[in-house]
Nanobody
Framework: QVQLVESGGGSVQAGGSLRLSCAASGRTFSSYAMGWFRQAPGKERAFVGA????????DYADSVKGRFSISRDNAENTVYLQMNSLKPEDTAVYFC?????????????????WGQGTQVTVSS
């Protein structure tokens, strides 16, 4: 099992940047693929990006490609989401999630472990 805690959310103006962190408990963190999802008010949870256990394979939603970047530090049991050139439509609660799949997945149902979420608000 793994427990996840996100941090780094906040309010920023359009064009700004934020870096989200997701700290994981458990000694097996390095064996999990990690994903980031987001949920805006009144909308379904949406895939943002994911990274495999080794950190050498990533996948991103089209809406964030070229602006967001995922990385991980297995020694620190932490995964990061660097968000640049933020837009008002990026406003949402952001969740990290863990999966034991070998390759990163865009499907939320492949992630049995979730954090509580952190709010990101982008103003125009």
């Amino acid at each position: 099992q793994v427990q996840l805690v996100e941090s780094g959310g906040g309010s920023v103006q359009a064009g700004g940047s934020l870096r989200l962190s997701c700290a994981a408990s458990g000694r097996t963190f390095s064996s999990y693929a990690m994903g980031w999802f987001r949920q805006a008010p009144g909308k379904e949870r949406a895939f943002v990006g994911a990274i495999n256990w080794r950190g050498d394979m990533t996948d991103y939603a089209d809406s964030v490609k070229g602006r967001f970047s995922i990385s991980r530090d297995n020694a620190e049991n932490t995964v990061y989401l660097q968000m640049n050139s933020l837009k008002p439509e990026d406003t949402a609660v952001y969740f990290c999630a863990a999966s034991q799949r070998v390759v990163p997945s865009a499907a939320w149902y492949n992630y049995p472990y979730w954090g509580q979420g952190t709010q990101v608000t982008v103003s125009s």
